[in-house]
């Protein structure tokens, strides 16, 4: 199974003055994993392969999920939509807001970046975030 490892290298060549935060490589241990994740991978394997001309980048599923099960976010808040004509209430924010801290801490890494598949110029970024 393959497993994203973060912020750590084994080569010697290879020099860091931060102690590579925010380098990202994966890795493939054939042990590593339940037969539960095994299959669900499986299943990611098999949509990106259906959808790889449509879609062209991986959606970062197998990412995910492996932080899924280090950092569980809990959505216990409703998940609030606003029509054309409504009027936004202080409530509507606060919960959208709360959702989105608690998707995106879901997704931080340990050393407190967001790793990702991200295909663009890397300048636009910044104004994404």
């Known amino acids: 199974m393959w497993k994203l490892v973060l912020s750590k290298s084994n080569d010697p060549c290879l020099k860091s003055v931060n102690n590579h935060i925010g380098r990202q490589f994966w890795e493939f241990d054939p042990n590593l994993g ?4 095994r299959t669900q991978i499986e299943k990611l394997r098999q949509e990106f392969y259906k959808n ?3 879609v062209k980048h991986s959606s970062d599923l197998l990412m995910r999920l492996q932080f899924a099960n280090k950092n569980p976010c809990e959505m216990k808040l409703p998940q609030l939509k606003v029509g054309s004509e409504e009027e936004v209430t202080k409530e509507v924010v606060e919960t959208t807001l709360r959702r989105a801290l608690r998707f995106y801490a879901s997704l931080q890494a340990e050393d407190g970046h967001w790793p990702g598949d991200y295909g663009g110029p890397l300048f636009l970024m910044p104004g994404l975030v």
């Open 52 to 54: 790889r001309f449509e």
């Open 34 to 37: 339940t037969t539960e994740q």
